[in-house]
Nanobody, 123 residues
């Protein structure tokens, strides 16, 4: 069974950095890409970034471009989300999902989801 598991969240101050990890256990050959989305209290789940397992396709939301970076390690079944210059508006639960084709910011395209990791940024 394919199961993404997020880790690396925490409570930080504005301007700090965090690295989130998404490890996808039970991966099959059908898996093509991983995306990160985030959901703040009372808001919809928003796209953050996505990367194909081969690393050739990436996409980053305009709201985090220049501060966040995504990368994949195919051999380790791991996708990293490097988050720099964090701001209070980045506070949310961050989820990763795996898709069997390139889905970019298209939420329904992701088939398997993790439970999320909390990121809290204080001013």
């Amino acid at each position: 069974q394919v199961q993404p598991v997020e880790s690396g969240g925490g409570s930080v101050q504005a301007g700090d950095s965090l690295r989130l990890s998404c490890v996808v256990s039970g991966r099959t050959r059908d898996g093509y890409a991983v995306g990160w989305f985030r959901q703040a209290p009372g808001k919809e789940r928003d796209f953050v970034a996505a990367v194909s397992w081969n690393g050739k396709q990436t996409m980053v939301a305009p709201s985090v471009t220049g501060r966040f970076a995504i990368s994949s390690d195919n051999a380790k079944n791991t996708v990293l989300l490097e988050m720099n210059s964090l701001q209070p508006e980045d506070t949310a639960v961050y989820f990763c999902g795996e898709a069997i084709s390139w889905s970019g910011s298209y939420y329904p395209g992701y088939k398997y989801w993790g439970q999320g990791t909390q990121v809290t940024v204080s001013a």
